[in-house]
């Protein structure tokens, strides 16, 4: 009650101050400008008028309605043919995950274990241990083979998915009970079904004891991945919202699939595509205002990779080519496979869970005083700052960048709901801030500090003044992190900088440029991650350059830069005019992915945030998310092409 009535006490005081009256002149005046009225426009509007006069667009329209009715004609053969087939029920019934009973589970688990018993007990290889657990096995899913339960039934009737309908706003969560159930598997169906698991069984009993390695029995699961992702291609955005996660997961354990399997799940999910297209009616392509730039700024590096003939070998502009356009791909596949607000919405709230839990584990870093390495501050600093947090992502940097993203969506949570949900999603957003400071990443602070005002000012100016605020008792409160402020503008940082510091690649960086303006001195040679894995073949230094966009004029020249600035201004461009005119319930969630971009585009001048795929996938992902956030109306899609 003290809180909540000094809290009204400082918004009365706060309306009545004079900064609050010149912050809303100063809002009012900007918002009629030229800048305001470029980023504030309507990019559905914008995006039909641009689809309208195209002259490319409609010479394609002609191509594209016959395109269109051959696939019509080959999906309507190809179901006329398939219809009533065994392996078309199959299909259909694993594509609906969420309502397989627990019936269906329990057979398809007992004839699965039936191959395995059958094999180790003819074989002699069936140890006390192992049959009793199998037996064991056996019994429970001999119970469970009549209860019709479904996969979302047991999800919302557990601990974990009641706790996550309590923190969804009320337009997200299910009005009724009613939960989809599988298409079921009858006659010859069920029994192909279970009879190709009872085989398999057999067979990877017979490989286990071949092999001696009882994980084999694990590849079931193996297989069914693949196939859910080409039935259900959505379902691969959880682990793009995970990449943290299963990337530390992965690095953990270092396997062959440890480098490539962000790479196989960008490979299945295009493929799953392009069979939805061969398969689904009702399937459209469907297209975003910053294709153009994108691809534009695409076509431009594979222009510039084909007119270089300066490299030492093959290798270094290909690996120069692939770090800056391959995680950019994904904006592509996420597109197509959101397809309504709710559906973004929910990705937005667990993208912002993982963040929360990312952010839990840099502030626990940093209690207990996790070790870093030396070089990760000055020496001048080493005494004030005896730890940075880093959490599972390995760099406070790369970290602080991760928080500049998510923190403002936490912040835009935070304004609708029940009041329960407001300060979970506030005490989200204080987790990623306290972590953020923990990481003593400056550049970080610098993005989320402008991001909050830009927040502030399209949604409660209130949070300008907290920013304020906390700016000033930020030597109270964390004197090391005042002091790594005060060392920023010492000249003895600018002395060490010079010397061997950022101010120092990015000398080196503009020298580079010097030398070829046009087009730089080449993809991969400079400044970030390919030069350095390819340092022995190149006759210059390589240091990061700090700086994305130095680093993009060194390798790509002024051509490049320049490229990839409209690209940047295209993405926020589109960002923030989708959130201006996103309706009401969403708009504050949208400002808020909105900003969480701005940030990271800030951010990428004073860091290499985009030699990270981590931060690149992620940035894409949101910036598709926060379309399908706009309206309720579906998004304009290929269909344009065929009228």
Request: with cysteine; aromatic share 10%; hydrophobic share 55%.
């Amino acid at each position: 009650m003290f809180l909540f009535a000094t809290a009204r006490k400082g918004e009365a005081f706060w309306q009545a101050s004079r900064f609050h009256g010149l912050l809303e002149g100063f809002v009012d005046t900007a918002a009629k400008s030229l800048a305001a009225r470029f980023l504030g426009g309507d990019p559905t509007a914008r995006l039909a008028s641009r689809l309208a006069s195209s002259d490319i667009i409609t010479s394609l329209r002609e191509p594209g309605r016959k395109i269109e009715q051959s696939r019509q004609a080959l999906i309507d053969g190809t179901r006329a043919f398939a219809e009533g087939s065994i392996a078309a029920a199959i299909l259909r019934h694993l594509a609906c995950p969420e309502g397989w009973q627990l019936a269906g589970l329990s057979r398809a688990g007992l004839a699965f274990l039936a191959g395995l018993f059958l094999v180790f007990a003819s074989l002699g290889a069936l140890s006390l241990k192992t049959g009793l657990l199998l037996t064991l096995s056996i019994v429970l899913l001999f119970f469970l083979s009549r209860s019709p339960v479904t996969i979302a039934e047991i999800w919302a009737d557990s601990l974990p998915g009641r706790l996550f309908r309590s923190i969804l706003p009320e337009e997200l969560v299910p009005r009724d009970d009613h939960y989809p159930v599988a298409p079921p598997l009858k006659g010859a169906g069920a029994a192909a079904m279970y009879l190709l698991l009872f085989a398999l069984g057999a067979v990877l009993a017979l490989l286990s004891i071949k092999w001696q390695n009882l994980l084999v029995l694990a590849l079931p699961a193996v297989l069914l991945a693949p196939a859910l992702l080409f039935l259900r291609p959505e379902l691969g955005l959880l682990g793009l919202i995970g990449y943290s996660v299963v990337d530390w997961w992965m690095r953990m354990k270092p396997n062959l699939l440890t480098s490539v399997w962000d790479d196989l799940l960008l490979a299945s999910l295009a493929a799953a595509l392009i069979g939805q297209w061969v398969t689904k009616r009702d399937f459209r392509w469907r297209i975003h205002p910053t294709f153009f730039a994108l691809t534009a700024f695409i076509s431009l590096l594979l222009f510039l990779f084909l007119i270089d003939s300066t490299y030492p070998r093959l290798s270094v502009p290909l690996d120069g080519l692939r770090v800056i356009v391959q995680h950019m791909l994904w904006f592509y596949i996420a597109v197509q496979l959101v397809k309504t607000p709710r559906q973004a919405a929910l990705l937005l709230i667990l993208f912002t869970l993982v963040g929360t839990a990312i952010a839990a584990f840099g502030v626990y870093q940093f209690i207990v005083k996790a070790p870093m390495p030396e070089n990760w501050v000055d020496q001048a600093e080493l005494g004030s700052i005896t730890t940075r947090a880093f959490s599972i992502v390995g760099s406070p940097n790369i970290l602080g960048s991760l928080l500049v993203l998510t923190t403002p969506i936490a912040l835009g949570l935070a304004y609708r709901g029940k009041t329960i949900q407001r300060l979970f999603y506030l005490a989200c957003a204080a987790l990623m801030g306290a972590s953020m400071l923990f990481s003593f990443s400056r550049g970080a602070w610098l993005a989320i500090a402008a991001a909050i005002i830009l927040f502030g000012i399209l949604q409660d100016r209130r949070l300008i003044a907290l920013l304020i605020i906390g700016a000033i008792l930020l030597p109270i409160a964390s004197p090391a992190a005042a002091d790594r402020v005060s060392y920023l503008l010492s000249p003895e940082y600018f002395k060490k900088s010079a010397q061997d510091g950022r101010l120092e690649r990015w000398d080196l960086a503009l020298e580079k440029v010097a030398q070829r303006p046009l087009t730089g001195i080449g993809l991969g040679r400079y400044g970030g991650a390919a030069a350095e894995n390819n340092k022995e073949y190149l006759p210059h230094r390589t240091l990061y350059t700090d700086n994305y966009y130095m680093k993009t004029a060194a390798e790509t020249g002024l051509l490049g830069l320049f490229a990839f600035i409209a690209l940047m201004v295209s993405v926020l461009r589109t960002a923030f005019g989708t959130a201006i005119h996103s309706p009401p319930p969403r708009r504050a969630l949208a400002i808020g992915v909105a900003c969480g971009l701005f940030g990271v585009v800030l951010h990428n001048a004073v860091e290499n945030v985009f030699e990270v795929p981590l931060m690149v996938t992620s940035f894409w992902l949101c910036a598709a998310l926060l379309w399908e956030l706009r309206s309720n109306t579906q998004a304009l899609t290929t269909k344009s092409l065929d009228t």
